[in-house]
């Protein structure tokens, strides 16, 4: 069962789709170097953007274990753990959980069919 609400999840999902289909927004594959905290990097220049401001919003609403399940779900649905792995995924992200977690979830070019992809393993959809 998840503390974040599918549908805040779903309008995530709908907002990241808009916001990477601007023709201006371009996000590097990998960080510019390891150190580099790339999601700011990358997202430095479209922070003017409604849907950038729409999907902020929405994350700094949220309570701080709802952002780590966000980031969870985004790392279930891209591979990075298991359906079991679950409660391993959450703790991952709570220790690496910052101010910057819609900045991080946006900065990855596949977030929204990774954020679908998690809720569908944890037996949720979105209506489409």
Avoid at 27 to 39: H, K, M, R
Avoid at 44 to 51: F, G, Q, R
Avoid at 67 to 83: C, H
Avoid at 104 to 127: N, R, T
Wanted: glycine fraction near 4%.
């Amino acid at each position: 069962m998840l503390n974040i609400n599918p549908e805040i999840v779903c309008f995530i999902i709908t907002k990241a789709r808009e916001f990477l289909a601007q023709e201006d927004v371009s996000l590097p594959e990998e960080p510019i170097s390891p150190g580099a905290d790339w999601a700011l990097q990358a997202l430095s220049d479209h922070v003017d953007s409604l849907c950038f401001e729409e999907i902020e919003a929405t994350v700094k609403d949220l309570e701080p274990d709802q952002e780590a399940e966000l980031v969870a779900l985004m790392w279930l649905g891209r591979g990075d753990y298991e359906p079991d792995e679950w409660s391993i995924a959450i703790e991952e992200a709570e220790a690496e959980l910052t101010d910057h977690t819609a900045q991080y979830i946006l900065a990855h070019p596949m977030v929204a069919d990774h954020l679908l992809e998690g809720l569908i393993q944890q037996g949720y959809a979105c209506d489409e």
